[in-house]
């Protein structure tokens, strides 16, 4: 079925670029550690600080292609590493967001009534919570800032819209001929929402869940912006964008390799979710 | 009509009440208030008086009740009678926080306000010339510009424009307030500029696709073969129609705008109640940030039934289906 | 989408409804009557391509290039001098406004209450205590005459106050109205958390308790003299009275508070609070019936809520005229640059900062572990690598406390790798330590910054850190209770300029509690707490030197604490504003600021004629 998808999506252009942006993005967070030289973690303060405490600019020392970061750490080896905690997080995040999102529309959707109306009340109701503000507080019960806990929260506070439209989608398919026959035929509701409903949600689920992919990214950086991201010193392309806020007037290339690589690495996922509406026919709205 | 609303009110004060009660647990969850605002210096002795002042060293049941205003409340300070109409002291500011949203609300407004103007009238200008002009070059730089919007994070682009636009260019004021009612409008220019610029992707995408299908459409068709021609239909029938779903969608962006504002105004040292929410809840002070979780959930409910009656007044398909 | 052409009751529809088939109708109607601009339009837009490569990525790229290059190059440089220039009086002028500013909110105008920095600085200027501190730290007369005077057996303190002063309210300061505000202080209603430093007065626990009202030791003598009786010899007692805590206020708004109103600024000091928009500024207005005219500002405007980023773009613009908070990137910019650098000032702070370590949990219970810790620490590199913005200090007083040991004392904590691995192997790990230790600090990214510095220098000789960082209210919360933390970074700065304000509280063993423990690192040496105690009852200075020279040493050795560094305070004020002093307790004093004024705009020549 992919491959079909992939054929049918290599004519469009769009998909094409997405795609090419994707394995960019992807390939060097996951190619990148191994080109990297340095330990992400490792400070070479005598090397890249000099004594009147100025950080070494990219290309100034040898083998550290994009100079320091604020505490004498291989620039480029954060980024690469950090693409890959940023993609991980994402990735964790948006499976979460979308398995639950599919369980609970399609649920919404095929049970109707009281089960309906209690999971869109839920829905309103995570919804409606300050996003940040819970995040914050949450993030104050756990207290554990790791890479995990990070994604799990995302991915626990995102999953409304797409329950949203699948909900509608699967209300839509309900009616179909086939349903109604498979019912009549008497296969149970978790057969019919496996084999028959799931099939022809997959679609809006696909594309909602690569634009969510980008909104992870950039939910993550905004997180760690306001220091709940994770555990120091492992990197993040927040993390390292929070690290760089101070030294924006000086050094504004450490705020602009991160925020750039994150608006590519979003840029990619939503365009790619274009490219899916189109080649799958999904509407929008 | 009248029964929907009321069920629609209702609802929405559920959601509330939802919420809140959601956030009181939480809050009573993260930790002790009392060491939080006495700060490192304080003897057991204080932290004692400053619990039983506050009513903290109560089962938490009991907090909740007198907070919601079920249970009468025994304690002078702190927070009780929500029901009856008290928010409650702030336990850090020496103030009430009545006093406190009076101030810093009409900010967080204002500037919300001129970034969801920047926001719509670019999105829906822009994405009704993209979903009508016949030349790629134009649809395209447009698309280029909203998908910009939507990848970059709202505090690298503030940052950036900061420094560039405010400090060295001097085109606007580095962050801040002003004191005059003018000059906060001039200082709100550039977050909301920032906000409104990045913002308006969103609805540039729904208009464009809501005006091609529109012109793909029968009453398109039926429109020009009236004789109208394509200028006249972009410019003086399409709007009406292609506003729908943005009205809708200002609806469902209130919640960003309240989350956003907590980035926006760290950034640009805006004081309002995002930067202060952050502050309460970095502070343990449970009663301000309930609160700002209350004016928050109230906010997004009122604008999700303002979008509603809207549509039903202005669109009556709506009320149809 | 389909639109269904629904006919709708023309009664009920808004005018502006837009029911597609209405709006037709209107449209025909409209367009019949401009029949001759119609124009016969083709049919609709050709559907999407899919063939070529579509500009749009294109100009996506470019678009991102060029955004690019603006974000690292700039669209101008920032000009490296300031923008302006004093008007060169040589005798201080009065008048102006001087503008400074902190990142969060004033809490509280309420002297009694008032703890925190911040607020302490906002009413600073309305409000004066008992006795003042000089910029060195020593103790001066405020409102008072002179010094205290002490009795023959140490427990009676006698201080006569200056008999021009005059309340901003029009009432004169007496012997009353200080007593009155005393109490109030003192009282347990008002939750003042100054109490602890008066515990010694005589019946202070009967006041407190509601037994009386009134207190035995606070005696008015005559309208313009007060006595304090204290139950032991307490040689730290008279810097009690310069803190903010013992500040007069008005009799008028003592009134206010006692009916349960906020108390409204009304103090004897410099300035009179002229406004105050929360969150926003807090505008002052000279005082006319100062007791001591000078030359200052007319007005002086504290902003709050102005984050570090935006202070120093503001500072530059001249919109600040003092700037005091630097990343370590704008330390080094200040320093370097020819034209800010006569506007800098750096002076060591009192404030000692480490990492305490948790006596009472493992591996920590042993102090050979302890003192690894402290050898392992190579402060020096630190300190390059923060934009050299701190003194590196190896042991708990502060250079300019009475006590301190001389920086090359054996007994000194300090950078030696092999005498922290033979430490541990001594404490039996020689291989290091078996399992990681949790280390805490605080959210933010200098915190995190320094975590990232101790995590890699005790990996050298085998101790994993794992880095914790939680909000300021877990902090707090969590490592004053007993058996919590293992490890974590504090600071602590004195109350006032003497060595008890520092070693009382974090190492005497009075100060652990099992809920609220001021001595966090739960160190218990009862030769140590004697010696402490002793210190207090000790009147002949020389003496009481040694006693803490001893105490600094026994700590030291211990190591209860890994002791790092003394931060230097950097302060740059715009070349306009004169006479600025460095104030050792109070981190913002602008009482003897004048500013020269009109400001001219800086010219090249001078900052070339500054640079040679």
């Known amino acids: 079925m992919l491959a079909d998808l992939f054929r049918a999506a290599a004519g469009f252009w769009r998909f094409r670029i997405a795609l090419a942006l994707t394995l960019c993005v992807g390939l060097f967070a996951i190619i990148g550690p191994f080109i990297a030289q340095h330990d992400p973690i490792a400070q070479f303060t005598e090397v890249l600080i000099d004594d009147k405490g100025r950080l070494a600019g990219p290309f100034e020392v040898s083998g550290f292609w994009l100079g320091a970061d604020a505490v004498g750490r291989d620039e480029f080896s954060r980024l690469v590493h950090g693409g890959k905690v940023s993609l991980i997080v994402a990735v964790v995040a948006s499976s979460i967001a979308v398995s639950l999102g599919l369980l609970v529309g399609m649920l919404a959707g095929y049970l109707s009534g009281p089960v309906d109306s209690f999971l869109m009340r839920l829905v309103d109701f995570v919804l409606s919570l300050p996003f940040l503000l819970v995040a914050i507080a949450l993030n104050r019960v756990i207290n554990r800032p790791d890479m995990l806990t990070v994604a799990v929260l995302l991915g626990l506070l995102s999953w409304t819209s797409l329950a949203r439209v699948v909900r509608t989608k699967t209300l839509q398919v309900r009616r179909c001929g086939y349903v109604i026959a498979a019912r009549a035929l008497g296969y149970g509701p978790w057969h019919i929402m496996w084999r028959h409903i799931l099939p022809n949600v997959s679609a809006p689920a696909l594309v909602l869940g690569t634009t969510t992919l980008g909104n992870m990214i950039l939910m993550e950086a905004a997180m760690s912006f306001l220091g709940l991201g994770v555990r120091p010193p492992v990197p993040s392309w927040g993390s390292m964008l929070r690290e760089a806020q101070d030294l924006m007037i000086h050094a504004p290339h450490l705020v602009l390799f991160p925020g750039l690589l994150v608006g590519m690495a979003v840029f990619a996922f939503n365009l790619m979710g274009e490219a899916l509406r189109d080649v799958l026919d999904v509407r929008s709205h | ?321 | 989408m389909c639109l269904t052409f629904a006919p709708t009751k023309p009664g009920r529809s808004l005018p502006w409804t837009v029911s597609p088939l209405r709006l037709i109708q209107r449209a025909a109607r409209f367009e019949r009557a401009h029949r001759q601009r119609l124009l016969v339009e083709g049919q609709s837009r050709p559907p999407l391509r899919t063939g070529r490569c579509p500009r749009r990525y294109v100009v996506i790229i470019a678009s991102a290039l060029v955004m690019c290059q603006v974000a690292l190059t700039g669209c101008r440089r920032a000009a490296d001098h300031p923008l302006y220039r004093g008007a060169g009086h040589k005798a201080p002028q009065a008048g102006g406004t001087f503008r400074f500013y902190h990142e969060t909110n004033v809490r509280t105008l309420d002297p009694h209450v008032a703890y925190d920095e911040l607020s302490i600085a906002a009413l600073r200027l309305v409000y004066e205590p008992l006795l003042e501190f000089g910029p060195d730290g020593e103790l001066a007369p405020g409102l008072a005459e002179a010094l205290p005077s002490l009795s023959e057996d140490g427990l009676h303190y006698r201080l006569k106050l200056r008999e021009d002063v005059v309340f901003q309210d029009g009432h004169p300061l007496d012997a009353e109205a200080v007593r009155a505000s005393l109490y109030r202080m003192l009282a347990a209603k008002t939750g003042s958390p100054a109490a602890e430093f008066f515990t010694k007065v005589r019946g202070l626990a009967a006041y407190r308790a509601g037994r009386t009202d009134h207190i035995a030791g606070i005696i008015v003598e005559d309208a313009h003299t007060l006595r304090f009786e204290l139950s032991e010899v307490d040689v730290a007692f008279p810097f009690a009275l310069g803190l903010t805590f013992t500040s007069p206020i008005a009799p008028s708004a003592l009134a206010r508070a006692a009916a349960g109103e906020r108390v409204p600024p009304l103090g004897t000091g410099p300035y009179r609070l002229e406004s105050w928009e929360r969150g926003v500024r807090l505008t002052y207005k000279a005082n006319d019936n100062y007791h001591t005219p000078s030359a200052r500002p007319e007005r002086m405007v504290f902003y709050e809520n102005v984050p570090r980023h935006l202070a120093i773009m503001r500072f530059r613009n001249g919109e600040l005229d003092v700037l005091f908070s630097f990343s370590p990137a704008d330390a080094t910019f200040f320093r370097e640059s020819a034209a800010w650098q006569p506007q800098v000032h750096e002076n060591v702070d009192a404030i000692i900062g480490g990492i305490v370590m948790n006596c009472e949990l493992p591996p920590f219970d042993n102090v050979h572990v302890r003192r690894a810790v402290a050898f392992a620490l190579n402060r020096e590199r630190w300190r390059a690598a923060r934009g050299n913005s701190f003194v590196v200090w190896g042991q708990p007083l502060p250079p300019m406390f009475d006590g301190s040991l001389p920086p090359d004392h054996p007994s000194v904590q300090h950078y030696d790798l092999a005498r922290a691995r033979a430490e541990l192997a001594k404490a039996g790990y020689p291989d290091g330590l078996p399992y990681p230790i949790e280390l805490w600090l605080g959210e933010s990214a200098g915190a995190q910054v320094s975590g990232q510095f101790a995590q890699a220098d005790l990996a050298k000789i085998g101790i994993t850190l794992e880095l914790k960082p939680v909000s300021f209210a877990v902090f707090l919360e969590e490592t004053s209770k007993r058996g919590r933390v293992p490890m974590f970074f504090s600071t602590w700065g004195q109350d006032f300029p003497d060595a008890s304000s520092i070693l009382d509280p974090l190492f005497h063993s009075r100060g652990i509690e099992s809920d609220a423990s001021q001595n966090r690192s739960f160190y218990i040496n009862e030769k140590l707490s004697r010696l402490l105690d002793q210190a207090h009852l000790t009147r002949d200075a020389e003496e009481r030197n040694v006693l803490y020279a001893t105490a600094s040493k026994i700590i030291a050795e211990d190591a209860p604490w890994a002791f790092l560094y003394v931060p230097l305070r950097m302060t740059a004020y715009q070349p306009y504003v004169r006479n600025t002093t460095h104030h050792q307790v109070w981190s913002h004093a602008y009482e003897s600021v004048w500013l020269d004024l009109p400001r001219m705009p800086w010219t090249h020549m001078q900052s070339a004629r500054k640079a040679n």
């Open chain 2, 1 to 321: 009509m009248v029964e929907h609303l009321i069920r629609r009110t209702a609802y929405a004060l559920f959601i509330v009440w939802a919420s809140v009660s959601c956030v009181f647990f939480l809050m009573y969850a993260v930790g002790d208030p009392a060491s939080a605002t006495l700060g490192e210096r304080a003897s057991a002795e204080q932290l004692a008086s400053f619990r039983a002042q506050h009513g903290l060293d109560r089962p938490v049941l009991s907090q909740y009740l007198t907070y919601i205003g079920v249970q009468p409340c025994h304690v002078r300070a702190g927070y009780c009678g929500l029901l009856q109409g008290h928010l409650g002291d702030s336990l850090r500011l020496d103030a009430t926080i009545a006093s406190v949203f009076v101030e810093r609300i009409p900010r967080t407004a204002l500037l919300g306000a001129m970034a969801t103007t920047v926001e719509v009238f670019v999105g829906v200008g822009l994405g009704l010339w993209a979903g009508a002009t016949r030349r790629r070059w134009v649809d395209s730089s447009l698309l280029t510009f909203a998908y910009l919007g939507i990848s970059i994070p709202t505090f690298v682009a503030g940052l950036i424009a900061l420094d560039q636009l405010a400090f060295r260019l001097g085109l606007f004021p580095v962050g801040g307030y002003g004191e005059t009612p003018l000059e906060h409008i001039k200082h709100a220019l550039l977050p909301s500029l920032v906000l409104g610029l990045l913002g308006s992707a969103t609805y540039l995408r729904l208009v464009r696709s809501e005006t091609r299908d529109l012109l793909a459409d029968e009453f398109s068709r039926m429109l020009r073969s009236l004789g109208v021609s394509q200028r006249r239909l972009t410019l003086r029938y399409l709007p009406r129609l292609a506003v729908l779903p943005v009205i809708t969608l200002l609806g469902l962006q209130l919640p960003a705008l309240v989350g956003g504002a907590v980035i926006t105004e760290t950034i640009f040292g805006w004081p309002g109640l995002g930067r202060l929410a952050v502050e309460a809840v970095y502070n343990l002070d449970a009663p301000l940030v309930l609160a700002i979780v209350l004016v928050a959930s109230v906010a997004v409910q009122a604008g999700n039934l303002l979008a509603d009656i809207a549509l039903q007044l202005l669109d009556p398909r709506v009320l149809r289906s």
